[in-house]
């Protein structure tokens, strides 16, 4: 393992601009953090380009022959980590996803809070969802806090990220599937009309909800009940109880 | 409306330390924040001490005459709110809730995420439960980020503070409750046997679950299916799920 100690080395700089959009799309790359999601990283197809290291600190399990590693003292494994206290271990890995396939999706329109876009990819995979289709304005996958709340499921899922979410959704829609926009305005969930086994579920901004041009493509309008005095659900709450089941 | 300019007159020194959970219990007393949430509170039947309100800032519905209300420079308002933008409106509520009363809860065993707690009685108002149960260490019920996370339901629900959950509950038992312990080596949720009209779903903390003793006084033991790799779902997405499911 190669031993880096400066905050000036190159490489120390271009592991930390991976925090930003710009970093990780000018080196075609991202960086997780923690023992789990670096070891769901190794065994995932993923490409891990580098394994960083804090000092003294014991991954727990083998690090990878065919991988470079590199140990860093606490003062630079900080300065690359988003975290406030940083477990020690970190991959940089290609900014390839797997494309998207099979016949459940949840789609984002616009969800723009980095925590619901995570939660809701970790639901998806746990309800039995096949992939996750993003809007352009949504908070980008490869940030380290929607990294973070995925729980890994990012290794596990699909992904298509479309310049135009309508005209994508028109495609499937005209491929048989069910395009199911969640709003509040929508009829009942409950009593939907019947889906097609292959559907897309669509979920809107947190604060605007599913946009007039995708509302358009649509082929159900739902909302869940709103009981007591609540107008609405949190974006996250709503996509995990409607995923869970469309998927029963 | 009378004007308070210093940051050192003891009335805004009482009003920021509502930040913290002992200046609330000494004070017996919260604040909430935002048009939304004051408007609420007047609308509801909870006791409003006192309204604060920015210098300038257009609340947009009547102030009520019965309440005193103070005028604030801008850095004496920033200085008793939590958030980082103020609106520009608050109010000082007596520290009362509602008492439990219904047939359908949520018990919340050490959730200690303010987020998670928000969000499930949030949720839970939304889906017609009729009450929150919290254990001795959930987050506070009255922390600002709670508070804000429940969108105002926190003056729709009713509320238990159990010093002891676990004989809480067995006494609910007694009287011919279901309890319902959400749990990962739980059954499957969705092939439950028969849920008492009269339930309490109780959900654990986001390391550990439900604890032991809790547990024990469960009369159903059910987990969610987790399909693809995940291994488990954020508490407020469980809560979410299951709670919408059971009063469907």
Redesign the interface.
């Known amino acids: 393992m190669e031993q880096i100690s400066s905050l000036k080395n190159p490489r120390v700089a271009a592991w930390r601009s991976l925090q930003d959009r710009k970093g990780r799309r000018e080196q075609d790359a991202f960086l997780v953090e923690g023992a789990r999601m670096v070891r769901e990283a190794l065994a995932s197809d993923f490409e891990v380009r580098a394994l960083l290291v804090r000092e003294g600190f014991d991954p727990s399990f083998p690090l990878p022959a065919g991988v470079p590693a590199w140990s860093l003292p606490d003062h630079v494994f900080a300065s690359v980590s988003d975290t406030r206290t940083p477990q020690g271990i970190a991959a940089v890995l290609s900014r390839r996803v797997r494309p998207l396939s099979g016949s459940r999706f949840v789609a984002l329109d616009t969800v723009q809070d980095p925590g619901n876009v995570g ?1 809701i990819i ?2 998806a ?4 969802l096949d992939g996750v289709i993003l809007s352009p304005d949504c908070a980008d996958l490869f940030s380290p806090k929607v990294l973070r709340s995925t ?3 990012v290794f ?2 699909t992904f298509a990220f479309p310049p135009d979410l309508p005209s994508f959704l028109r495609s499937f829609r005209g491929r048989g599937f069910s395009v199911l926009s969640s709003q509040l305005d929508g009829d009942p969930f ?1 009593d939907r009309r019947e889906v097609a086994p292959r559907w897309i579920l669509v979920i809107g901004n947190e604060g605007n909800g599913v946009s007039g041009p995708v509302m358009a493509e649509a082929t159900h309008r739902l909302c ?11 974006a ?2 709503a996509a ?2 409607m995923m ?2 469309l ?2």
């Open positions: 939660t970790r639901t995979d746990a309800a039995g729980m890994g499921s596990r899922m409950y869940l009940p709103m009981r007591g005095g609540a107008e609405s659900l949190n996250a709450i995990g109880i869970y089941d998927c029963r």
